[in-house]
């Protein structure tokens, strides 16, 4: 059997068995996301009144992008996403490094760290944002009951823009945070420890260290880890609908919220589709803006 | 003996930080979930229980068939890891050490997948899946789950399949593994840490999900735990006592499941460190 | 002879029992948790006892109105034929019929219709038709009212308020007397929710005012300033909890129970957990009145509650229509207000001695519940719901004032009512 397998994977040419490689996932992907992906697409050329919806829906070609960009709340909801990530993307990266490399010290046990590195991932999304809105209530929540005993007056955390915003980005960065560790863990894990042995002899800092020999072995780690968080953090929705329901007014709303609510809300599919096609056109940029540089700086890694 | 003092205060520092950064919700949700109501709207709040009760959890578990919903999860998770791992490793396989044209087109058009909103994607996706006759069966979020960190999955096993050098690859052929053999036997082995990363990252991943689970699944036996758990709350009251202890009887399973791939993560690298 | 006759009999039945065996029809219908899918169950059986070859499956859907709408929307945008009939908030039928998902009733009741119609409150009757079409019927009754403290209205002298004002002086009269920092004068939901519209909707109804008038958005008025500014007054005063843009439906319910409000404006289901919870520190205390108006203008309540409607999507429309039929009978509405406490839907039920047994306050609800209004009705109610509600929040969070609440609001409805 396996004697007259291997003469004819020998005869495969490498692209042709990668192709074949590649296929599951890609009659996977065909049957789950492409289609969907191309109704999407076509629903965003297209209205329903929902005044009267049994008319049907109507051709209006790019009207729907159009009316997004003289839609204040459209801009309102992107602005916000912006703030969003750039706030938590860096803040979570910086925390998770820094707890990866604290749960990277040699316990004597380690289950309990890593563990404990992991509980903020596995809470789910809605109940991580349910548990921290009660954390930043007025009347019963710890953190204006700690503030308190301190001697500080309670803050309305929830009703105000700018601290309501605080809140969801210490909530975001705690649980983003989780993930990025975890990813970077399992990168410091490949590190050779020959490497800061030699540099040991050699004499250099423990900062030296990060910096020379830590930093630069985890880039391909911190790389994967960025694109996913920044993608995410492009779509986060549950923690704020679960924390201030985008309140007060509008005014911690994200895109992917509008877009939920235009869609399943307000019905409005064929807004909504467009709201989602202009969001993916965001990631789009932003990610190849990463790609771009990965090539560049690490292209040793990637090209051959 | 100076040096080995510090360096104890910090692995203990570094413990603390840690754990007191990753538990202190769940602790909460712990304490949270052996109080009655009465205690929990109190004001000043209370941090331990004042009188500690089982009763939640028993509620917990004869007002929903949760442990049915903890089933379903442990099997939907289960397989959808399973089939996503397995797709994801082939992929990256033939993405990092294949030669293979447009490679870093098929990564961006990968990539592009996990970018579409999935709120977006839901009345196609339901129509699809009707279709199929799959509503209310596993399948119907196996399928999903597997696609939805198909992306991260293939990324992470990628930037690790590169860091191994293709000689050893080769050794393995040349005593009479095929490429596919290899992959398994030699390049899968060695990156471990990444294969049980990426196998965390889906599992939570599934586990995690609610949209998708609340819309594909509407027969109560069918619900999943993230789904099921919402079932406890009323349209204005939110029983914090009782949703605290289903979330811990959520969050055993895959603690335990966290800690023995954790376990395999380290131990993949130990192996690898005594080859590299 | 008498053998022949029983075997005649005996095949008859066995006949009879097959095809009640093969026209068995399973119907399935989808509530929300919250509105008792328990007691749903054993009426479902009752109805299944007297009509053996129906059987009846409950779905439990999201706890809130929204969650189970935006399921129930990819549900039925995809002409799924799963759902026989649903329970619908009572906002939503004038959207259901737009969009086609609810069948119209009409045509299966003929000439009683017009029998059954005046036997409701005539705000339910009115509330589930759109253009004179049935659309859904009544399962069981809701709407906001004044909560208040009748031990401390005793202790102070005062009498159950009329008017706003009248109640803030006796908000604030109680307030000073008590001294305690806990105690708010009046409560009610302020909250980014579906209840914050009726925050706004009761004040502007109790000063006379509409939101819409003749299907044309009615906001240029002085009524429509007058919930910002009466809000804005107590706040003032000091009357209102500081966190009101916080406090969602059952925060008013726990602060209320726990002794620290003296008036709340909210949902008929306080009165029963007020009165009734072991932790309840007001047990004997709850009085229930109508809501509060302006001089000039007479009391108003937000309605509420929940309809059965068929699925226009539904294979078995006719015995759902039955089923609905049954579940919409005074019979069902005194089952519900004995096992559930729902308000019924039918003026007849509320003078039921066992009824009143069971919820002695239905007395006083019932003319507050006849004062009800339809929260304004149209097929985007959800988009009219989120500009009143984002309004009236971020006035009461303190970051928009009156005028810009106000012009926000009617940007936001301006292309809805064009």
């Known amino acids: ?304 | 003996m100076n040096f080995n003092f510090s360096r104890r205060t910090t692995v203990w520092l570094a413990a603390i930080i840690v754990m007191v950064n990753g538990f202190f919700p769940a602790v909460w949700i712990l304490l949270t979930s052996l109080k009655t109501e009465t205690e929990l709207i109190r004001s000043p709040i209370t941090y331990l229980p004042e009188a500690a009760t089982l009763e939640n959890y028993m509620t917990a578990f004869t007002a929903q068939p949760i442990g049915r919903f903890l089933l379903n999860s442990v099997v939907v998770a289960g397989l959808s890891t399973a089939l996503c791992v397995l797709i994801s490793a082939l992929a990256a396989y033939a993405l990092t050490r294949l030669r293979m044209p447009h490679r870093n087109l098929i990564m961006s058009l990968l990539l592009a997948i996990s970018m579409f909103p999935l709120i977006s994607l839901m009345v196609p996706l339901f129509k699809v899946m009707r279709e199929l006759g799959l509503l209310n069966t596993y399948l119907a979020l196996i399928l999903p789950y597997a696609v939805l960190s198909l992306p991260v999955c293939t990324l992470v096993m990628a930037s690790f399949f590169q860091d191994i050098p293709p000689d050893l690859e080769a050794a393995a052929m040349v005593d009479g593994c095929s490429r596919v053999g290899a992959l398994f036997k030699v390049v899968v082995p060695l990156a471990a840490p990444g294969v049980f990363t990426a196998g965390i990252l889906a599992f939570v991943n599934a586990w995690d999900e609610f949209l998708l689970a609340l819309t594909m699944m509407n027969r109560v036996n069918m619900r999943t735990l993230s789904v099921g758990i919402t079932l406890y709350q009323g349209e204005f009251a939110f029983p914090w006592p009782l949703i605290s202890a289903a979330l811990i009887i959520a969050l055993v399973p895959i603690c335990i499941i966290i800690a023995v791939f954790q376990e395999r993560v380290v131990g993949g690298l130990t192996a690898g460190g005594v080859k590299g | 002879m008498k053998l022949s006759k029983w075997l005649l009999t005996a095949t008859l039945a066995v006949a009879f029992a097959g095809s009640a065996w093969a026209q068995q029809t399973t119907l399935r219908i989808f509530t929300g948790g919250q509105q008792r899918p328990d007691v749903m169950r054993k009426i479902a059986d009752e109805y299944s006892k007297r009509n053996p070859a129906v059987k009846v499956e409950i779905e439990v859907g999201g706890a809130t109105s929204e969650a189970q709408q935006q399921y129930l929307s990819t549900v039925l945008s995809s002409k799924d034929s799963a759902l026989d009939l649903v329970l619908i908030d009572v906002i939503r039928p004038a959207q259901w019929a737009a969009q086609g998902w609810a069948e119209p009733l009409d045509a299966y009741l003929g000439a009683d219709k017009a029998k059954l119609l005046p036997t409701y409150l005539k705000a339910y009757a009115d509330a589930n038709q759109v253009n004179g079409k049935l659309m859904a019927l009544p399962y069981f009754a809701d709407s906001q009212f004044l909560y208040y403290r009748k031990d401390l209205l005793e202790k102070y002298k005062r009498p159950v308020p009329k008017t706003w004002d009248e109640m803030m002086e006796t908000a604030k009269l109680i307030m000073d007397g008590e001294k305690s920092p806990q105690l708010q004068g009046f409560s009610t939901a302020g909250a980014p929710i579906e209840g914050t519209v009726c925050t706004y909707l009761v004040p502007l109804w109790g000063a006379g005012g509409e939101m819409t008038k003749d299907g044309k958005l009615n906001l240029d008025t002085p009524q429509a300033r007058q919930p910002f500014q009466l809000y804005g007054r107590m706040k003032q005063a000091g009357v209102l909890p500081r966190n009101i843009a916080e406090i969602a439906t059952d925060r008013i319910r726990i602060d209320f129970q726990a002794g620290n409000v003296i008036f709340a404006m909210t949902w008929g289901y306080v009165w029963n957990r007020a009165e009734n919870d072991a932790d309840s520190k007001v047990k004997g205390k709850v009085g229930v009145a109508k809501l509060p108006h302006d001089v000039g203008g007479s009391s108003a309540t937000c309605i509420g509650g929940w309809q059965v409607a068929v699925s226009a999507f539904s294979k078995n429309k006719q015995e759902a229509v039955k089923f609905a039929r049954y579940l919409s009978s005074p019979e069902v509405s005194k089952m519900q207000a004995i096992m559930a406490s729902h308000i019924p839907v039918f003026p007849s039920v509320y003078k039921d001695p066992e009824v009143l047994k069971a919820n002695p306050w239905f007395a006083d609800a019932l003319p507050v519940v006849e004062s009800a209004k339809s929260r304004p009705v149209s097929p985007q109610y959800p988009q009219v719901s989120d500009a009143v509600r984002g309004s009236m929040n971020a006035y009461l969070a303190g970051t928009k004032t009156t005028d810009a609440a106000l012009a926000d609001m009617k940007n936001k409805l301006a292309p809805i009512y064009k």
């Open chain 1, 1 to 304: 059997m396996s004697d007259a397998a291997v003469p004819k994977q020998k005869d495969m040419s490498e692209p042709m068995l990668g192709a074949l490689l590649l296929l599951p996932a890609v009659l996977l992907l065909l049957l789950v996301v492409v289609y969907p992906i191309g109704t999407l697409f076509w629903t965003s050329l297209h209205s329903v009144d929902n005044a009267n919806p049994q008319a049907g829906e109507q051709w209006v070609g790019i009207a729907n992008y159009l009316r997004a960009f003289d839609d204040d709340r459209f801009w309102h909801a992107t602005l916000q996403t912006v703030i969003y990530i750039v706030v938590t993307v860096p803040g979570a990266l910086v925390v998770g490094l820094g707890l990866a490399l604290l749960a990277n010290q040699p316990f004597r046990i380690q289950w309990p760290v890593r563990l404990s590195l992991l509980l903020p991932w596995a809470l789910p999304l809605v109940f991580a944002g349910l548990i921290f809105r009660w954390f930043f209530e007025y009347q019963t929540g710890i953190v204006n009951d700690l503030l308190a005993r301190i001697g500080v007056e309670p803050l309305g955390w929830l009703s105000d823009p700018t601290l309501a915003t605080i809140a969801i980005c210490i909530a975001i960065i705690w649980k983003a945070s989780s993930f990025m560790a975890l990813m970077l863990l399992a990168g410091l894990q490949t590190i050779p420890k020959s490497l800061y042995e030699a540099a040991e002899v050699d004499g250099a800092s423990k900062w030296q260290q990060f910096v020379e020999i830590t930093l630069p072995m985890l880039r391909p780690s911190i790389f994967v880890a960025l694109i996913f968080r920044t993608i995410t953090a492009i779509q986060t929705f549950d923690i704020p609908y679960a924390m201030t329901g985008g309140g007060p007014g509008d005014a911690t709303e994200t895109l992917a919220m509008y877009i939920h609510k235009s869609t399943l809300d307000f019905l409005d599919f064929g807004y909504g589709s467009a709201l989602a096609a202009l969001m993916f056109l965001f990631s789009m940029v932003a990610t190849s803006g990463y790609l771009r540089y990965t090539r560049r700086s690490s292209g040793r890694g990637a090209e051959e």
